[in-house]
């Protein structure tokens, strides 16, 4: 999914839900450069300000 307007390249932390995992992209359509989070992460380091999709998908952990 695409960031809503507003939000592209502004993503500087994730919060997760439990059972729940996060992949954030580098580029639009979910391509690019990835990251998956499986918990909150409170500093995305070199991926801060640079995401522009995620995809969100149940998960039992990582």
């Given at each position: 999914?695409?960031?809503?307007a507003?939000?592209?390249?502004?993503?500087?932390s994730?919060e997760?839900?439990?059972?729940?995992?996060?992949?954030?992209?580098?580029?639009?359509?979910?391509?690019?450069?990835?990251?998956?989070?499986?918990?909150?992460?409170?500093?995305?380091?070199?991926?801060?300000?640079?995401?522009?999709?995620?995809?969100?998908?149940?998960?039992?952990?990582?």
């Open positions: 999914m695409n960031l809503p507003g939000f592209n390249n502004r993503i500087e994730v997760v839900a439990p059972g729940v995992a996060v992949e954030v992209f580098e580029d639009a359509g979910c391509a690019g450069a990835a990251l998956e989070f499986f918990e909150d992460i409170d500093n995305l380091g070199s991926f801060t300000r640079k995401v522009s999709s995620v995809r969100v998908r149940y998960s039992t952990g990582g």
